[in-house]
């Protein structure tokens, strides 16, 4: 007897995983799971290396108590197939649609494969609220505005309500895999570099861990979360991004638990949108996959980027003399993850401010982040560009003096993450270049020395960017 197959990506969960119910329900005793590592994915997300594999050894041991084996490989997704069906290893396969674009060309290509070699496969949506391609305008054509987009999506996912005869939910159990036996496969995941062993201290990469998380925002943080989803300090806003990225919780599952709630107030339509928004953007890069390496909106192409590479370092390692700024540059590169208020405000300075290429923050936040999406990220950078779709006008330069005034009023923010200027008064929380000699003496915040000089003026710099955006306009 041949092997069921089940083919996992981005789906690292037992709830709410509706290929993994069909294994289960086709009653072939002989059950496997394959996950394929392609380097070249993950070759510049060094962060998720670590995610990808912590999760993969909890994973492991999850579907061994359903006695199923997982066997993690090294190799390119269609050699894999090809070599598998050759040694007439299994019979029939079923995988959940990955939501990211790359993944789907892979798909295609193993759809094909199987169909040339006669050998029965099924696919599902579970992975989106909708399948990528079926939310269009009345004409066919792609949604570029977020609004008119969310406002068909949403009422089309509440009709449908997401019905289907392979959802099953598993008890999900707390697994020890710390004593498991070490896969080698897995082990090779990891970064070379230890500096991603930090990661530990913030997070646990698990199921079950998905869901408390998911459980403890419902009960205590949604009602407030159109005010504290702005406010870095305080803990506002779910966490749950890299959960999602990694399919440990699903979107399907978060909007249920959403649509239980009885009192729907503004902060569920706050969260709800952002739900929106993540769809949205994975509509975006379906359907204009340029997208991703180049400019939305073409007029942008011969816009003259500006290529200091001493000031990108210094924007990457939190020392651009912005307080606001430089904590949220330090918080990603010590925990994976940045507030997203902060994300907007660093984006925005590395583009408007010092005019650096949007590709190049892309990148770097690519490498950094846990919660990596290319949908998400691309779509981010280029809202923040005025680049891509329904993004800000060029006009819109977020102050970083502004921002840190108004959403780290107390600079708690701010002073977790430039201890440097934990002693820093109020008035200078967040233009600690004004303060006077004696004062920074007294308080031993040398500046120019114990925290770096603005290496650029706000206003000037605000000013060259309005004019070379507007000249571009012209």
Request: with cysteine; proline share 4%; hydrophobic share 35%.
């Amino acid at each position: 007897m041949k092997y069921s197959l089940l083919w996992i990506k981005d789906d690292l969960r037992l709830s709410d995983n509706q290929a993994l119910s069909a294994l289960i329900n086709d009653n072939n005793p002989k059950r496997m799971a394959i996950f394929i590592y392609d380097n070249e994915t993950y070759n510049l997300a060094e962060a998720q290396r670590w995610w990808l594999a912590k999760s993969l050894e909890i994973f492991k041991e999850k579907l061994k108590n359903l006695k199923i084996s997982l066997d993690v490989i090294h190799e390119k997704t269609p050699k894999v197939f090809k070599k598998l069906i050759k040694d007439k290893f299994f019979d029939r396969a079923y995988w959940n649609k990955s939501c990211h674009i790359n993944e789907n060309k892979v798909e295609e290509d193993i759809k094909k494969i199987l169909n040339d070699n006669n050998t029965f496969f099924k696919e599902f949506d579970a992975n989106l609220l909708n399948p990528v391609e079926k939310i269009k305008k009345d004409d066919g054509t792609p949604f570029k505005v977020f609004t008119h987009y969310w406002k068909k999506a949403e009422q089309i996912y509440l009709k449908d309500n997401y019905k289907d005869n392979y959802k099953h939910n598993f008890e999900i159990l707390e697994i020890s895999y710390q004593n498991s036996s070490k896969d080698k496969n897995i082990q090779a995941i990891y970064p070379k570099k230890n500096w991603y062993k930090k990661f530990e201290k913030y997070w646990v990469p698990s199921e079950e861990n998905a869901e408390k998380i998911l459980n403890n925002f419902v009960k205590n943080n949604i009602e407030k979360y159109a005010v504290n989803r702005d406010i870095p300090s305080v803990n506002g806003t779910s966490k749950l991004s890299p959960y999602l990225k990694f399919g440990q919780i699903s979107a399907h599952h978060i909007m249920q638990k959403l649509l239980e709630i009885k009192n729907k107030k503004v902060g569920y339509r706050k969260y709800i949108n952002e739900i929106g928004w993540r769809e949205f953007n994975h509509s975006l890069l379906h359907n204009f996959p340029e997208m991703e390496k180049s400019n939305l909106r073409k007029e942008f192409n011969i816009f003259r980027w500006n290529e200091d590479k001493k000031l990108f370092s210094k924007w990457k390692k939190g020392l651009t003399g912005y307080p606001i700024v430089d904590a949220g540059m330090r918080e990603l590169y010590e925990t994976g993850w940045m507030h997203n208020r902060v994300r907007m405000i660093t984006a925005s300075f590395l583009v408007k401010h010092l005019r650096i290429n949007w590709l190049e923050g892309e990148k770097y936040f690519r490498n950094t982040l846990l919660d990596y999406s290319t949908a998400n990220n691309v779509s981010g950078w280029q809202w923040v560009a005025g680049t891509g779709a329904d993004a800000a006008p060029y006009f819109r330069i977020f102050n970083p003096i502004l921002q840190g005034e108004k959403f780290d009023k107390k600079g708690e923010y701010v002073k977790k993450w430039c201890p440097e200027l934990i002693n820093i008064p109020d008035d200078y929380l967040h233009k600690p270049w004004e303060m006077p000699e004696a004062l920074q003496n007294e308080k031993n915040i040398i500046i120019g020395k114990t925290y770096p000089f603005p290496i650029v003026d706000h206003q000037q710099a605000r000013n060259s960017a309005l004019k070379a955006f507007k000249d571009l306009k012209k």
